[in-house]
Each structure stands twice: as C-alpha cells, then as structure tokens.
C-alpha cells in the first residue's frame, strides 16, 4: 500500500521569529543544537501533519478505494530561562477518520476519533566555546532530556476509536490501529555543534526508553506492543551563504536495541531568514523502515516564532 504524508508546519505571527525543531527548543528539524537560545526568548511552536492512506475495499461486488486520514498537530511553547538553558513542552492533539467512496453506492463515514496523543517536557543545557567570532569559529556542547506522557482518550471517544478498529461499516471494516496509551517514555541525548564561516554541523547521540503501553480494554493482546529501547542518533550539516539563507541536510536514526535493526531519515532542506525570521521547505525520506519495503515521504513547511522577554540583558 502506497503511503503519501503532506506535513505543514504552521505558526501565528509572534514578535520575533526563531529556528525551531518540530520537537521544541532551538534546533534543525528533529536534531537539536546543543547551543540554547539567549536568556529570554519565548518560542511558540506548532507542526501539524496530515497524512492519508489509500484502502482498496470491496462493496456490492465491485473494488472500490476508500481513505483513511490520520492528522496530528504538536502545539509548544519553549523558553530560555539563561543563556545555557532552555525549557519545552507540547501537547500533540490528533484526529482519525475513515472517508468512505460514493461508488457504488453511498455509505456514510464512521464518526471521527479526536483526542491528544501525548504531552511531552523537555530541557537543554549548552554551552557555546567561542574560538574566533570574526570567522566565527564555535563549537558547543549540550544534554538534552525528555519525559513523553501517553494519554488516555476520553470514553466517547474510546468507542469512537473501538468502532474504527473492531467495527464494520456497509460491510467494509476500517481497520484503523487503535490509540493505545502508555507510561511515560524517557530520552536523552549528547548534542554537539560546530561553526566555521558558513558551514555548520550538528551532531546528536542519545537513548530512548519506552514506557509500557497500556490496552484501554478493547484491542487484542497480540496488538500491544512490547516497545523496545532504542539508541537515538542524528545529525546535520548546514551552508550558510548568508544570513538569511541556509541550505539544511538532516539524517536521524533509531536503532532497536532487541531486533538489532536501525530505521533511518533523511532531510534535505532550505532555511530562510535570520535570527528574527524563519521559514522551512524540506522533505523527510524514510530510506531504512525494517516493516516497510516502500519508500516513505512527507513534504513540509515550517515557520517557528517567538518573543524576547528580557531584550535588556544583552
């Protein structure tokens, strides 16, 4: 089955515009940088992905293509309470539905699921080395950490998810994967930076411990997964012809600590503005997925914004 993901990542219009990564804090697009924001600024941040699948039924006889969507939309703020740390979290609410084909005949669509998937706190703490800020010649160092809460639906909304998973409609069963809560995950990763003229690279390596997912009383045993521990790592590279244009490749892996088997994404990019203006253009390519020989793509768009709180400490 053919897979197609078209991600926006959209943002109100703040005071101030900064660079950051879908997860929060200052960052490329899921790598962090290990230098924080200056004390003071407040970011906003808001990724909204959506993504459908093309499901081949049959009704009355005849093959027919339904659709099913799934859209997601991480809101976050971010602050920087000192120069060398910042704070995150996000809440991701989340919708699925099933969109049922007119041909043959007309079959009304299953009510959608509505409800948040996770809320996620983070913290960074770096510190920048400054060798030579004419070139500028910079390195960094940082930690970064993170706690990722698996929040349960409410119970309208559990039989909503129950009838997209379990049910059938005209005959034809959606087969959506149900939203299955969980303990807490926790994460944390080394970060790295370095800077010389108008190149820059990026480099993080961490662990990521899943927490035990927890079956809301109607999908099948053989559904909930026992999550394994991954070892988290990314990196990226960017060219800065000038300020207000870079170019951005991003590539960031997971590997299973149980079944031995690393999943790995590309990101080839743009990043226009500067330090008060950012606008994204990249597409994200799943080039190693051990459960999926077909080639996995999303599109995106980002802008991230903010505020300086405490403009007077610089």
């Known amino acids: ?22 997860n929060g804090n200052r960052g490329m697009f899921k790598v962090q940088y290990a230098q ?18 093309n499901y081949d039924v ?9 659709r099913r969507f799934f859209f997601d939309a991480p809101v976050g703020l971010s602050y920087a309470i000192i120069d060398y740390l910042e704070i995150r979290t996000h809440v991701t609410p989340f919708v699925k539905y099933y969109e049922a084909n007119d041909y043959p005949v007309q079959r009304g669509d299953p009510s959608p699921v509505i409800g948040f998937r996770t809320v996620q706190v983070g ?6 080395f400054v060798v030579d800020e004419e070139t500028p010649l910079v390195y960094a160092v940082g930690i970064d950490a993170f706690v990722d809460f698996g929040l349960w639906l409410s ?15 005209d005959g034809v069963a959606p087969n959506f994967p149900p939203h299955i809560p969980h303990d807490p995950d926790i994460g944390f990763a080394g ?22 997912e927890k079956n809301p009383g109607y999908v099948a045993p053989a559904d909930i997964r026992e999550r394994p521990d991954y070892l988290i790592h990314g990196g990226g590279i960017e060219l800065i012809p000038a300020e207000a244009a870079r170019i951005l490749f991003e590539a960031y892996g997971m590997y299973d600590m149980d079944a031995s088997e690393e999943s790995l994404w590309v990101t080839p990019g743009l990043r226009f503005g500067s330090g008060t203006i950012s606008f994204d253009l990249g597409c994200e390519l799943g080039i190693v997925n051990p459960t999926s020989d077909d080639v996995w793509y999303k599109p995106f768009l980002n802008f991230s914004a903010g505020v300086d709180l405490v403009p007077e400490v610089r």
Not at 58 to 66: F, K, L
Request: net charge negative; proline share 7%; hydrophobic share 45%.
């Open 1 to 22: 089955m053919k897979k197609v993901a078209c991600v926006f990542y959209l943002l109100p219009l703040l005071l101030v515009a900064q660079e950051i990564s879908v």
């Open 155 to 169: 119970s309208g909304e559990q039989d909503k998810d129950r009838a997209l998973y379990a049910d059938t409609f």
């Open 123 to 128: 913290a960074k703490i770096g510190y920048p």
């Open 58 to 66: 049959t009704v009355q006889s005849e093959t027919t293509t339904d």
């Open 36 to 53: 924080p924001h200056n004390m003071g600024m407040f970011s906003f941040h808001m990724a909204p992905t959506a993504r459908w699948e």
């Open 191 to 212: 970060l790295f930076d370095f800077k010389v003229g108008p190149f820059a690279t990026h480099l993080n390596a961490g662990y990521f411990v899943p927490g035990i």
